[in-house]
């Protein structure tokens, strides 16, 4: 039982702190209801893919500041190639962008492990080429979106003779639900997923234990490079259309990856931690919005909020070992 | 004997640079087989091992296993050919579980537990995270994760140095049993009393190459010894000194009295003192406590118990800062622990007392520039790179740190190997500059990895092994051969009958 707390008990925390700022929510704004939760899992949808981007490869102990224009790069092609093309052209571009996404990824790490190059210098060089490229496939906004991949993330699940519960579902929560869990929870089990955390711990020790490290290090990246063209097509799909310049994705997913319980360092946390995270930040944005407060100040709470929960956390722990 | 050799190293070779670790050396280890690794500190051992198992890869040589040229690129690779190491760190990852760690490896649980009972740790819980782990136990569960796979040849590297008595005799216990039982050990120790109870024959290594292959029988230690030390010990001692005369009568009192300092595991009871004037001489095998010693006397970790006390004044440490305070500066083995590479010899040297926390406001630049002037000076260090201390030579960069205490007016130093990786001219100075500073009523305590130094340098030489004081010499009778059977814990004066061969029987450690 103190095992399954110590492990799990920064996601329960997280989890009940996002049941309280629902709460909150519902007393600021008592007409807050299923539809605004609807509209609160689109936004945060791309955010999502964006930390499980990040959290793969801060768990294999490295950092990848190119998810943000691996987004705007895979959302830009999505949006271009779709735009004029038949609904079932999509089947096709869905596809094409996610193997995108997984082999720039893959040269991520090629570099890195090729090079020597620190990963953050490599991935910034990287966030410039993306980003130089998506600008090149799409000058401004603009492009389409098959409208079935539209609707995938617009509604509810409708679950017969259970409306009041169905309305709290959004398709986007499903959505982003199964494609976490379609590449998690196998590499959860596999030796591979071991291997990730295992290189992110100590890398020396994984050598020693027959560990690949190289082969690991870009397989993280690639899989990096996956979530991040889920959250470009995401993006494309909650707006309708394509954006070359990136939002705050990657200053936001590190935020979250923090905020969730992953160390920094690489080789602790999990994904479900920095998922929920992203909520909980969402909600506080959402929240302080309600409350009419001043769009810059909300930046400096969100930034406190931040710094006092990981020093609440690191406290905990502290505690925990004496 | 007719049975073929398991592994059957020659001719390996390796070179980093310019620098030799590996000349030709040669190992072979027939099955059933324990055989010890022995060599002194930098003779090899390590590279060899790393080779063995994949670490790294050598520039020549050939390896069979089994009669089979196998090439073994990675741990995986030896892994596979049946080669498993358990290193003198522990290779579990440290945010895994145990359970997930042997999955990590392929290692079968049940096996594994049968071990780690065996070895007499009854009570694991194989879900608890490696990083919450005592290192003792680690060791065992790297060993036991070893054993479970059964492998054909098992590397084991300083396996009992940090285990507690009970652990180290279960462990000697199973390591014995797997030679008769068909498979083969390598075992690498500094503990003649383990290798003595436990081995079938050793493989001596000297600068990187193989000298000698003996078989373990009563009185061969001195014969390993020798091996070891090869031509050294013919020398005649011509640098040997005469002990100054360092303290004066009327000062008695000590600069600085230890008395029964431990630090973890690794330093276990040491005790001594040293004088105003004197240099005191440091001599121990690669982790016998030394470097927890000179990092607690430093101020960088805190002693587990003990006493440290500077002119007769108990003292406490919990900082750098504090011990130099008391006086005590501390040159690193490692340069760059201690300078700060990119920027100027000036800034280097005066970091310590202008850095000083109580000087606030601007840094008197004048009386900076003169005492970093005189210091500069005296050592001789050549300026012509001074403004980045990393284009400087590994020689000018070791004067740059003593320098520093020296300007710093520090009254005890401490030396940790000042002397490695540099040339031979810089050593006769910096050997000068010691001799100097003791003259001058300083006292210095001296570590060094290379044993002829200690007869240039020291007044007295303190022996450590296993984290104990075995020994202290007056200079006169330290010579080499007298030192390394010393740091082996081998007893002095020791003959070939009264051994420790000879009394094995009546050893702790090595009871079956």
Redesign the interface.
């Known amino acids: 039982m103190t095992?399954l707390v110590r492990r799990q008990g920064w996601v329960a925390g997280l989890l009940v702190l996002f049941v309280v700022l629902l709460v909150i929510t519902r007393l600021i704004q008592p007409g807050y209801g299923s539809g605004d939760f609807g509209s609160l899992v689109r936004a945060v949808l791309p955010y999502a893919f964006a930390v499980a981007a990040q959290t793969i490869v801060v768990i294999a102990g490295g950092i990848d500041l190119s998810v943000g224009a691996m987004m705007a790069l895979t959302s830009v092609t999505a949006a271009s190639m779709m735009d004029g093309a038949s609904e079932e052209y999509a089947l096709f571009v869905v596809p094409f962008v996610l193997a995108m996404g997984l082999v720039l990824g893959a040269v991520n790490g090629m570099l890195i492990v090729v090079t020597r190059v620190p990963d953050i210098v490599v991935t910034l060089a990287t966030l410039f080429v993306l980003q130089g490229a998506a600008l090149l496939v799409l000058g401004a906004p603009g492009g389409a979106v098959a409208e079935w991949l539209r609707a995938t993330i617009i509604g509810t699940v409708p679950i017969p003779g259970l409306p009041g519960i169905s309305a709290w579902i959004p398709k986007a929560l499903v959505l982003l639900v199964v494609c976490l869990c379609i590449i998690w929870i196998p590499l959860k089990r596999s030796?591979l997923g071991?291997?990730i955390?295992?290189i992110?711990?100590?890398e020396?020790?994984?050598?020693?234990?027959?560990?690949?490290v190289a082969r690991t290090k870009i397989i993280a990246y690639a899989l990096s490079g996956l979530f991040g063209a889920m959250g470009g097509l995401a993006l494309t799909m909650s707006t309708g259309i394509g954006a070359p310049i990136p939002g705050p994705y990657l200053l936001a997913s590190v935020a979250a990856v923090v905020l969730g319980g992953v160390a920094l360092g690489g080789?602790?946390g999990g994904l479900l931690g920095p998922i929920v995270a992203v909520f909980v930040l969402r909600l506080v944005r959402t929240d302080l919005t309600l409350l009419a407060i001043d769009p810059n100040v909300t930046a400096i709470i969100e930034g406190a909020i931040m710094v006092a929960v990981v020093m609440f956390g690191a406290f905990i722990t502290m505690r925990g070992r004496q | 004997m007719t049975t073929n050799p398991l592994l059957d190293a020659t001719g390996v070779v390796k070179t980093y640079g310019a620098v030799v670790a590996l000349r030709n050396a040669s190992l072979s280890v027939l099955p059933g087989e324990v055989h010890a690794l022995m060599g002194a500190n930098g003779a090899g051992k390590s590279t060899l091992v790393k080779i063995l198992t994949g670490?790294i890869r050598a520039d020549a040589g050939h390896i069979l296993i089994r009669g089979e040229a196998r090439d073994v690129r990675?741990?995986?690779d030896a892994?596979r050919a049946g080669l498993l190491?358990v290193?003198q760190e522990?290779?579990?990852?440290?945010?895994?579980d145990v359970a997930?760690?042997l999955?990590?490896?392929?290692t079968p649980v049940e096996p594994f537990r049968a071990w780690v009972r065996e070895l007499g740790i009854p009570d694991l819980d194989i879900?608890d995270i490696a990083r919450d782990i005592p290192l003792a136990v680690l060791r065992v569960l790297d060993l036991a994760r070893a054993l479970a796979v059964e492998p054909d040849v098992l590397l084991l590297d300083e396996m009992t140095a940090a285990l507690p008595a009970n652990l180290a005799e279960k462990v000697l216990e199973v390591v014995r049993r797997q030679g008769d039982s068909g498979r083969s050990v390598i075992f690498i120790s500094h503990r003649f009393v383990e290798i003595s109870a436990l081995c079938d024959r050793a493989t001596v290594l000297r600068d990187g190459e193989t000298v000698g292959v003996v078989d373990i029988e009563p009185g061969v230690e001195e014969r390993i010894v020798e091996m070891m030390l090869g031509a050294r010990i013919e020398k005649t001692r011509v640098t040997s000194r005469q002990a100054s005369q360092a303290a004066s009568p009327g000062d008695s009192r000590p600069r600085l009295g230890v008395a029964n300092l431990r630090v973890g595991t690794k330093l276990n009871d040491v005790s001594f003192d040293l004088a105003n004037g004197e240099v005191a001489g440091v001599v121990a095998l690669e982790g016998q406590g030394q470097d927890e010693l000179f990092a607690a006397l430093a101020g960088s970790i805190r002693p587990s118990g003990g006493t440290i006390e500077v002119d007769g004044q108990p003292v406490r440490f919990a900082h750098p800062a504090d011990a130099i305070r008391a006086g005590i500066a501390y040159v690193p083995g490692d340069r760059t622990e201690a300078l700060t590479m990119q920027r100027s010899v000036r800034e280097n040297i005066a970091l310590p007392f202008s850095a000083a926390l109580r000087n606030w406001g601007p840094i008197n630049m004048r009386q900076e520039g003169s005492r970093v002037v005189s210091a500069i000076e005296r050592l001789q260090i050549d300026t012509r790179a001074q403004r980045e201390v990393q284009r400087l030579s590994g020689g000018n960069q070791q004067k740059v740190t003593i320098a520093r205490w020296i300007a710093a007016e520090a009254q005890t130093v401490l030396c940790f190997d000042p002397t490695r990786g540099i040339d031979v001219g810089t050593k006769q100075e910096i050997y000068k500059l010691l001799r100097e500073l003791a003259d001058q009523g300083k006292s210095v305590l001296f570590y060094t990895s290379e044993l002829e130094e200690v007869q240039r340098v020291c007044d007295r030489v303190i022996v450590i092994f296993g984290g104990r004081v075995v020994d202290v010499f007056p200079v006169e009778l330290a010579d080499e051969p007298a030192l390394m059977r010393a740091a082996y814990g081998l007893p002095r004066g020791a003959k070939e009958d009264v051994g420790i061969l000879a009394d094995i029987h009546s050893s702790p450690v090595a009871k079956p």
């Open positions: 095992r030796k071991l291997s955390y295992a992110g711990s100590s020396l020790a994984a050598f020693r234990s027959g560990v690949p080789g602790k | 670490a990675s741990p995986a892994r190491p290193y522990p290779s579990l990852i440290p945010d895994l997930s760690n999955r990590l490896t392929g879900r």
